[in-house]
């Protein structure tokens, strides 16, 4: 997960994809073509300043939070995203389960809820949808960033969105408990050192307890 760009969870699209291999970029870092059009003539301030920001305003999404207050920080962050005006776009998404567009027809159809239904042309399906992440070449850096933070509000990704404990590298999971971004990483980290002492603090304070109880 360090070594690569996630793309993917269990083989479906991330449309914030971008925005998570933003989150874990270091200058001088190879990155997709689509990143690289966007940091485009960005200077090293102004990408590390913005990528601070977005840090701090994604964080708490990272950890749990009551009812009250996860509610005021996706407030925050809907009226955040308002500000930008971006504007309405549609478009038009072949979303035949077998069309000649791969992936593409999969995507489509991922989109259908209470509010989005297909639009059926003779044998063919598409999904027609509003959304507004077309990229401008005249936005701000800020302004292009967080399209994928409205991306992936708005398809739940970010719902998943986690930091591994070990490494720091962001990431999107494919599980709720998941808290690191592989399984190696969850061992170096139980293995450290300073967690093995305390396991085994804690060990000996349990047998003493029990020891007490039962005398």
């Not at 009812?67 to 920080?73: K, V």
């Not at 190696?184 to 804690?202: L, M, Q, W």
């Amino acid at each position: 997960m360090t070594q690569q760009r996630q793309k993917e969870v269990k083989g479906k699209k991330l449309y914030a994809a971008p925005l998570i291999e933003f989150l874990n970029y270091a200058p001088g870092q190879s990155v997709s073509s689509l990143l690289s059009i966007i940091l485009r003539d960005q200077t090293h301030k102004d990408v590390a300043q913005l990528q601070e920001q977005l840090i701090a305003d994604l964080l708490p999404l990272t950890t749990q939070a009551s009812y009250q207050d996860a509610d005021g920080y996706l407030q925050a962050l809907a009226r955040k995203l308002q500000s930008f005006n971006y504007p309405l776009r549609f478009s038009s998404l072949p979303a035949d389960k077998d069309n000649p567009f791969g992936d593409e027809g999969r995507n489509a159809r991922a989109l259908l809820g209470h509010d989005q239904k297909l639009h059926k042309w003779g044998k063919h399906q598409w999904v027609f949808t509003p959304s507004f992440y077309g990229i401008d070449r005249d936005y701000s850096l800020e302004k292009k960033l967080y399209l994928f933070v409205a991306a992936g509000l708005q398809h739940g990704e970010l719902s998943m969105l986690r930091r591994c404990q070990h490494c720091k590298v962001f990431f999107v999971a494919d599980e709720m408990r998941q808290v690191f971004c592989s399984r190696d990483h969850a061992r170096s980290y139980y293995d450290a050192p300073e967690r093995a002492a305390e396991r085994v603090r804690i060990s000996r304070e349990e047998r003493a307890r029990e020891k007490r109880e039962t005398n």
